[in-house]
């Protein structure tokens, strides 16, 4: 049996497509399905079931899906062990990031992981933390930091940190930073109106769910998906918008802009959590714990700075 002729089998079962596999594992879908259909010769048996919808596992694929996900766990882990005799980690990381933890961690990140593991390899992709949940159980991503991720049986979660959430406005000319604008009460909010992610965006949940805990919804503007936009229109008078301070300071104009805390119900900063998390159906490998422990100690050291 060839090893990569079973990547590429359970890349296909786990995406449920040729076409996504083909395109994660970045070679031509023909080559893919070819080799996917020399393993099913070799074994005699019909491992997916081809559809206009994309691919399903036979009872023979799951099976062997179960079986493979160990075999390339463990040719991982040799590796890893093997590199470790000669003192280097090594292996590919695939990370995902949200594009506003991205701005603030990509950069710093990177420079430590070549530093510490100059044999490994790291990939980071941006995404809304719900895509990335579902990279994490495709294993499209190893690792990934989510927004307010919701429990799941096929996860590791790991708290990272909190960040405060901040009303966003634009400055008015000649309104000085200090002394900074008192908190705003959430109640308030109700009264702006809001730029803000398209749902099940982790952001826009938080706020409608803190809104509807005092009998309010949150007055929606235009719903936009990606910090750049929602800062850019804010600056053009379209509207407010509820983002993190590092969001905001690494904007490309981080003056133009106000930000105000928002007091919660409980007079509270309203603050969103954020946790690594790698999937329970793969163990870690031991670059990919490092990776994780590198991310905290870097997320610990860049808020320190900020």
């Not at 005699?44 to 919808?53: E, F, V, Y």
């Not at 590919?92 to 990031?97: A, D, M, Q, Y």
């Not at 933390?129 to 930091?145: E, K, P």
């Amino acid at each position: 049996m060839d090893l990569k002729q079973l990547e590429y089998f359970v890349r296909v079962a786990e995406l449920g497509s040729f076409t996504r596999a083909a395109q994660a594992l970045d070679i031509a879908q023909p080559a893919l399905s070819r080799q996917v259909r020399l393993l099913e010769v070799e074994l005699r048996q019909t491992l997916l079931t081809r559809n206009g919808r994309g691919a399903t596992t036979t009872e023979a694929g799951k099976l062997l899906l179960e079986h493979g996900r160990g075999i390339l766990h463990q040719v991982a882990r040799a590796r890893d062990e093997l590199a470790l005799m000669r003192g280097a980690l090594a292996g590919h990381v695939s990370l995902g990031l949200p594009p506003s933890v991205s701005r603030l961690l990509a950069v710093p990140l990177t420079r430590a992981f070549r530093q510490q593991m100059p044999e490994a390899r790291l990939s980071i992709s941006e995404a809304l933390s719900v895509a990335m949940q579902t990279s994490l159980l495709t294993g499209h991503l190893d690792i990934a930091v989510l927004y307010e991720p919701a429990p799941s049986p096929g996860l590791e979660l790991t708290p990272l940190t909190s960040e405060e959430l901040m009303l966003v406005q634009i400055r008015p000319p000649g309104l000085q930073e200090d002394p900074p604008p008192p908190p705003i009460p959430l109640a308030e909010l109700v009264a702006l109106p809001l730029v803000i992610p398209s749902r099940p965006n982790a952001i826009r949940m938080l706020v409608e769910s803190e809104m509807a805990a005092i009998g309010s919804r949150p007055n929606i503007e235009l719903e936009i998906d990606g910090v750049s936009a929602i800062l850019d229109l804010v600056a053009d008078g379209a509207g407010c918008a509820i983002l993190s301070r590092h969001a905001v300071a690494r904007s490309t104009r981080p003056s133009a802009y106000t930000l105000r805390s928002i007091s919660t119900r409980n007079d509270t900063p309203l603050m969103i959590k954020l946790c690594t998390a790698c999937s329970a159906l793969r163990p870690a490998t031991r670059t990919q714990r490092a990776t994780l422990e590198l991310i905290r100690v870097t997320m610990q050291e860049v808020l320190q700075l900020a």
